[in-house]
């Protein structure tokens, strides 16, 4: 990797205690989201009373590799990397794990698509843009902020991706999965579609951002929650598969998808499913392409997938598409890479070409996402 430009297309800000607090509408300034100490540890709250999750598992990168038998939710602020809320310390991670530029997203904000009131989540989403876009204004050929999108009023999503679009931003994050009843094959999204292909905005869905489900604390953990994170790639691929096979892509033939944080190696059976479906299920798969095309094909020509170290899904790039892979370190969460991000790298792309390490380790996140690569290579 000694010659490879990194750039991880999955990171993470860690956002201050007083973000929400400070920055939201007035009207939603008792309702705002707040970190609060119970005990030794800190515990995020939304509408003043409601403990939504602890802070351990979005803030602890390296643990891992130390002592991972103590990775929990439980954590303090002051335990957090520092470079998680300061863009001058962010920018010194960076260089120690050797990652040229990131493409950020939230830590706390991903909890907040659950939020039930869609105003208060609005305003929540609205605040933590704008601290956001001043973050990455420090420096922002390196680093690329992902803006926070509430798709209920989806009139109003569009203002805001076109508001964080004039601030910057060089894509935008929607739930990974709606509310049953309103998932993404339905015609009210199409102006949302439209906006995002316009303003040349790639959307995200991101591990743990369901819109749906009842937020389930930070209490005892049982079965159910292993069950759960083991088998977490169904709603993205299931919120991608309703956009393919309803045209979406077809319609907005400059629309890209990028799915974060799921990895890769699920993708090549779904992908034989998907067209086995449409090939030989007319009456299910009823929407029909134009020019003899699968759902393979709009899969390989708008979607795009983060993952950290799927040594699996490495070896099956030849079915995924290289071009469809970006590397991520989801930094400073506890499955994150850092501060070992290259030599893990290393590790999982030994033997692979390295036209191809080019475009998973930066090529591709590059060109997604619009860094200048030969300015970022000279400094």
């Known amino acids: 990797m000694a010659n490879a430009l990194i750039i991880s297309s999955d990171s993470h800000v860690f956002e201050p205690p007083d973000l929400w607090t400070t920055r939201i509408d007035a009207a939603f ?31 602890n990168a390296g643990t891992r590799f130390d002592a991972p038998q103590t990775i929990s939710a439980h954590g303090r602020f002051e335990e957090v990397h520092q470079g998680g809320y300061d863009p001058a310390q962010h920018l010194k991670d960076m260089q120690l794990d050797g990652v040229a530029g990131e493409v950020l997203y939230p830590s706390q ?5 659950k939020v039930a009131d869609t105003q208060l989540m609005s305003a929540i ?8 876009a001043e973050f ?13 999108i509430n798709l209920d009023d989806v009139q109003d999503g569009i203002k805001e991706l076109q508001r964080t679009a004039r601030m910057g931003f060089a894509g935008a994050m929607i739930t990974e999965y709606p509310l049953e009843d309103r998932r993404y094959d339905r015609a009210e999204y199409e102006p949302f579609w439209a906006a995002a292909q316009d ?24 079965i159910y929650d292993a069950s759960s994170r083991a088998t977490k790639v169904f709603y993205p691929a299931t919120s991608m598969c309703d956009m393919i096979f309803s045209g979406v892509f077809e319609r907005y033939p400059r629309l890209k998808l990028v799915i974060v944080e799921f990895e890769l190696a699920w993708v090549p059976h779904l992908l034989a499913t998907m067209d086995y479906t449409y090939r030989e299920r007319h009456e299910e798969a009823c929407y029909r392409f134009t020019d003899d095309r699968y759902p393979s094909d709009f899969f390989h020509r708008h979607v795009s997938l983060s ?22 370190s989801d930094y400073p969460h506890s499955e994150s890479t850092f501060p070992k991000s290259r030599e893990i790298l290393e590790q999982i792309l030994a033997g692979v070409p390295t036209d191809e390490r080019a475009k998973i380790v930066g090529g591709n996140a590059a060109r997604l996402y619009h860094f200048d690569v030969e300015r970022m290579a000279q400094t």
């Open 125 to 132: 989403f609205r605040a933590y843009n704008d601290w956001l």
């Open 109 to 113: 904000g991903l909890f907040y698509f």
């Open 136 to 148: 990455c204004r420090t420096d922002p050929a390196r680093l690329k902020g992902i803006a926070m």
């Open 307 to 328: 993952f950290q170290e799927d040594a699996i899904g490495i070896r099956l790039r030849d079915v995924i598409g290289v071009d469809n892979m970006m590397w991520g």
């Open 29 to 59: 300034r008792e309702r705002a989201p707040r970190m609060q100490r119970v005990g030794d540890v800190d515990q995020l709250v939304v509408e003043g009373t409601q403990a939504i999750a602890g802070i351990g598992l979005i803030s």
């Open 199 to 222: 303003l040349d905005m790639p959307l995200s869905l991101h591990t743990a951002t369901r819109r749906q489900g009842k937020i389930r604390g930070i209490g005892e953990k049982t």
